[in-house]
């Protein structure tokens, strides 16, 4: 049974990566959690309000979300009435960073689900406040959907590696079974200045293949330092459809998530984008 997480502000772009996460997972038996965390809403209201004020607004704000979830839910079920697919609504009186955190960890969700930015939809950021801030503080894979992207299921996946961090399996497993369930070719992607690999390198380039033998996988290397420009040109000329990466400690993804320069680098994002997570959750 796979445990899939999907926050929602009730905007197009959330909405566009529940289908894009169902249609990927429709082989899979979920429960899928479909998560609106409030509190926000609540607390940045106008205006100094005495206390019954406040827990009438509150009590108003949560009605909204169970209603909006409801109406929610039975609209998924008209696009997708998967008998492997059991709903889940949860309306929680949190900030959506903690909300998706604490669900993740009594539930042990495998997969949070996001577009890359919420009813701002401000394209000129990658991702939203929202989205970057789970990936950043929740310790989880995230798989982030452009609103842009309406290819469908994946064909090509694009996993850059410098093969220097430790795989966690299942991690891996899930990255493999949602390769597999479409038959779409992984390719492993390693840009070097240095033609041979580490001890370390080659034990973690082992452990990669031995928990994907039964996908079509190439292992890619290119020499050179342009790791944005190169990633990029590799995405456009193989006609890439998902990049996935994995986020740790002072790794490349984490310099860009954490100086919130993803913009200024220029790594495309117009593709889902499957983040792992090398870190341990809190």
């Known amino acids: 049974m796979r445990k899939i997480l999907i926050p929602t502000d009730f905007s197009q772009n959330a909405l566009n990566a529940i289908k894009y996460g169902l249609e990927l997972f429709k082989y899979d038996r979920c429960e899928i959690y479909v998560l609106h965390a409030y509190s926000d809403e609540v607390y940045n209201t106008k205006g100094l309000l005495v206390r019954a004020e406040f827990d009438a607004l509150k009590q108003q704000v949560f009605l909204n979300s169970e209603a909006n979830l409801k109406k929610l839910k039975k609209e998924i079920l008209t696009f997708s009435p998967n008998p492997k697919h059991e709903i889940i609504i949860r309306s929680e009186f949190e900030t959506l960073v903690d909300s998706v955190n604490d669900l993740a960890d009594k539930e042990n969700i495998d997969v949070i689900i996001m577009g890359t930015r919420g009813k701002t939809n401000d394209k000129k950021l990658s991702f939203g406040s929202n989205t970057l801030n789970v990936v950043k503080y929740v310790k989880c894979p995230v798989l982030a959907v452009p609103n842009s992207f ?3 299921t994946p064909s090509k996946i694009l996993f850059p590696t410098d093969y220097l961090l430790p795989f966690k399996r299942r991690e891996i497993k899930l990255l493999s079974t949602m390769a597999a369930n479409f038959v779409a070719g992984i390719t492993f992607l390693h840009i070097s200045k240095f ?22 996988a190439d292992f890619v290397t290119i020499m050179g330092e342009g790791l944005t420009s190169t990633i990029n040109n590799y995405i456009k000329s193989n006609g890439i ?3 996935v990466m ?4 002072h790794s490349y993804l984490e310099n860009i998530l954490y100086t919130s320069t993803i913009d200024k680098i220029g790594l495309s994002l ?4 499957l983040i792992l997570q090398n870190l341990q959750r809190y």
């Open 270 to 273: 117009e593709l889902p984008f």
């Open 246 to 249: 994995v986020n740790a400690r």
């Open 195 to 216: 033609d041979q690999l580490s001890y370390r390198q080659l034990d973690n380039k082992a452990f990669l293949k031995s928990n994907i033998e039964n996908n079509k």
């Open 241 to 243: 459809d998902m990049l």
């Open 150 to 152: 309406k290819k469908g």
